[in-house]
């Protein structure tokens, strides 16, 4: 359903013409997050191919440290709903996934051999499970994406990660991270390519630059804004360092000891 070019898919992001073409590239280019999504199923196959999609990123060690729940019974979806600040995607997705951080798979299979698979009380195994997790969800929206599907991440399961935890049935070692709403972008779906920063702020040759500016970004942004109806004076820069000022943390505030307590970060 949607079509930009790579040529316009760069565009969109950089908002300069990039003097190249690279179709191939163009997919992945063009995404954005879909909100809207029309009452069309995604089937078993499907999701099936999705997940294996998934399973097939790397992941260190092979230690495959991630799980995911698929969420479909409408009285937990609209408990997701609610938990997230009632975000309206999570209601009408076809499917609704919670990607976990796993720990618990590993040390039944450890305990299996006489192991006790300490280690994964190290820091070093937790940041292996998010990133197995990250990894593998990211690939799934690819595909799903290669196949005209819409994906949106929803973070905010972690407002409350005891009761996200408790809907999804939880044990010690899994931890959850983020959703993932999964369906067909509704008819004259009105999302839109976000612009990015500019590659030279992201994209450092041989050492990193600490002066790297995001003020062109700020100036590149306001009209994205102002065609979503926010307000353009809000500047990215505002509007981002107030998103990590402290004082917004929707729950996520008590994410450390969570973790520690379910047995992630301890060391
Ligand atoms: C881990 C993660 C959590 C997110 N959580 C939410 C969320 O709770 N609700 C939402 O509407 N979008 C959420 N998003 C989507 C981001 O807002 C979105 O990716 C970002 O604004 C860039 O827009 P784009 O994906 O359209 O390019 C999340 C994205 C990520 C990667």
Request: with cysteine; glycine share 8%; aromatic share 10%.
């Amino acid at each position: 359903m949607f079509s930009e070019s790579f040529a316009e898919a760069w565009r969109a992001r950089y908002g300069v013409d990039p003097g190249f073409e690279l179709p191939e590239l163009a997919p992945f280019l063009r995404h954005r997050s879909v909100r809207d999504f029309a009452p069309e199923p995604i089937g078993e196959r499907t999701l099936s191919a999705l997940i294996a999609a998934a399973q097939s990123a790397s992941t260190s060690s092979n230690l495959q440290l991630w799980s995911v729940v698929s969420v479909d019974a409408p009285e937990s979806r609209a408990a997701f709903a609610e938990l997230a600040g009632n975000q309206r995607q999570i209601l009408s997705a076809a499917r609704f996934l919670v990607f976990c951080a796993d720990h618990h798979r590993l040390r039944r299979a450890g305990a299996r051999v006489g192991e006790d698979c300490e280690g994964l009380d190290y820091a070093e195994f937790g940041l292996m499970a998010f990133l197995d997790a990250a990894l593998a969800a990211e690939r799934l929206v690819c595909a799903a994406e290669a196949l005209g599907l819409g994906a949106c991440y929803i973070g905010a399961v972690r407002n409350d990660l005891q009761r996200s935890s408790a809907l999804l049935g939880l044990p010690s070692g899994v931890a959850p991270l983020f959703g993932l709403c999964l369906g067909w972008p509704e008819a004259g779906c009105a999302a839109e390519i976000k612009p990015r920063l500019d590659q030279a702020v992201v994209w450092h040759r041989e050492r990193y630059d600490p002066q790297a500016e995001v003020a062109a970004y700020d100036e590149r942004m306001r009209p994205f804004y102002v065609s979503q109806g926010m307000k353009g004076e809000v500047t990215w820069s505002m509007r981002s360092a107030r998103r990590v000022d402290g004082r917004h943390m929707t729950g996520r505030e008590v994410l450390k000891a969570f973790f520690e307590r379910v047995g992630f970060w301890i060391r």
